[in-house]
DNA sequence: CCTTGACTCTCCCCCAGGGGGAGGCCGCAG
DNA sequence: CTGCGGCCTCCCCCTGGGGGAGAGTCAAGG
């Protein structure tokens, strides 16, 4: 604005003009996030510039998005839009949450609203082994849908590729645990007959033959975190039965999923038993 | 659904059937939130029921929507519909929360992508000494409007009871810093002449003749939190002139609020200063 | 019956992002 | 020169766990 003065400032009238606080200043400077620009040698006093408020605002209004200070240093090395750039990438991930997060609340105020006290007819089959085809990740459940339709169209455009089809219905195999935010490895599978090589991601493995649990559910029942009511209900019929799981939970895609309506059978949920 | 079993489960198949951690449920046993049935008094292994699994499923899913543990036993403690609405209670602090958040995000972008970087004009003015009413509380950043609204309002009211009426423009006191998110004492104001007598909430007070600067904003940068940098031009200001100031920071509402547009000036930004 | 391997126990340290306070300098005004 | 407020470092505290050490336990197989 006007001429920038020059003189150094206190922690103390740095902290109110920057409406930081004067822990968060110290631990700033600890971090190497925002050093004062100049420390008395024997007394120890930090002594900041005017212009270094610029940067103190900013810092303190991302912490506000609940920015890891990691994050925020991060940012601070770009400049005008590449830095909102970044930012806005961070809000997006923010957002992604808080999608999901909603759709919990709805479900958990359904629950506990005593409404969607719905039963699992639980089923059993074998299942003959099959060549198939798949590509495995790990992924988060925000992410999930998505890694789930892309990796489907990979699969289909390699056998495509090679001339060849699937034989079977895809499926997604969770290697790891169903976990709230952070999801083991996923892969994503796709039966197929006659002879590939494997390339890059993509990956052949034969399934061997098992007997499976399964419950059929509709396309509406598939939405997180619905979805676990059916992993529970198979989970607890196999620990009724006193069977025991000998791998890794699937779900398998029998329908279109674009074609289909809410109420239509859309999945399966398997688990393979001994 | 089937029998309900009443043997007891280790910590280590009840984790994984819960979704928890080991750890988590430990934790949660230490808490009180989630008692094991049973502990064996010599090895300490720790032996949960079945039907617990309802009760730490649930608690998984609420720490998904980073509600705190005190606010999930809070939570445990109610049942069905009432439980609902307690999440539901605290859902919608976060989705405040998110909005005030979802506006500074876009402030940053405009900020950083080198928009609005408007000057402001500072002017000062002697403000005489004044009678006035007001409601002092503790409040946050998204719930500052509404305070004002609603104190404005409430002052009136018991103005007109009195048969009063206010002799100028409301104006709302910062006596906190105003920080990011935990907001110091705030209070608002009106100049009333007459006699009244103080009640409740209301408080009477006699505001000393001083001098101010001040600048003029529109309603569009009344928005948090672009507000902040009027309050910024006013201190730097005040610091460009060598002048202290002498009391809390204030906003003056002289215009009809609900009756101009976003660019039309709506508030005076004013520091009393000596 | 014993052994082995898988579980489980407690205890301790670690993370972010500070808050609170103790005990001790520093600096400036009267 | 004396006080008082400002500032320093250091330490412990919080939440919600994760990681791992070292030791005790449980159940199945030999």
């Not at 020059?6 to 103390?12: D, M, T």
């Not at 925020?72 to 909102?84: F, M, N, R, S």
């Not at 056998?159 to 997604?172: C, D, I, W, Y």
Request: with cysteine; aromatic share 8%.
């Amino acid at each position: 604005m006007n001429e920038v003065s020059i003189l150094p400032i206190s922690i103390g009238e740095f902290a109110r003009r920057s409406r930081l606080s004067l822990k968060a200043l110290r631990l700033y400077d600890a971090m190497g996030l925002l050093l004062p620009a100049q420390v008395d040698q024997t007394s120890g006093y930090r002594y900041y510039l005017e212009a270094q408020l610029e940067r103190a605002k900013l810092i303190g209004l991302l912490r506000q998005l609940e920015m890891p200070l990691s994050r925020i240093a991060e940012v601070l090395e770009l400049h005008g839009v590449e830095a909102a750039q970044a930012i806005a990438r961070y809000w997006s991930l923010v957002e992604g949450d808080l999608k999901t997060n909603r759709k919990l609340v709805h479900y958990l105020e359904d629950y506990l609203g005593g409404k969607g006290e719905s039963m699992y007819e639980i089923q059993t089959r074998e299942v003959p082994q099959q060549k198939i085809v798949g590509i495995q990740r790990h992924v988060y459940v925000k992410d999930l849908s998505g890694f789930i339709a892309e990796a489907g169209d990979e699969l289909l455009k390699q056998l495509a590729q090679a001339g060849l089809r699937g034989s079977g219905p895809a499926f997604v195999i969770y290697h790891g645990q169903i976990n709230q935010d952070s999801n083991g490895p996923v892969e994503v599978c796709l039966p197929f007959e006659g002879s590939l090589e494997p390339t890059g991601q993509i990956r052949l493995r034969l399934e061997l033959a098992h007997h499976e649990a399964f419950t059929r559910i509709t396309k509406a029942q598939v939405e997180f975190p619905g979805i676990l009511k059916a992993y529970d209900a198979v989970e607890q019929w196999l620990k009724d039965q006193g069977k025991g799981m000998s791998d890794s939970p699937r779900e398998i895609y029998f329908a279109r999923w674009d074609k289909i309506g809410p109420d239509d059978p859309a999945c399966d949920i398997a688990f393979p038993y001994a």
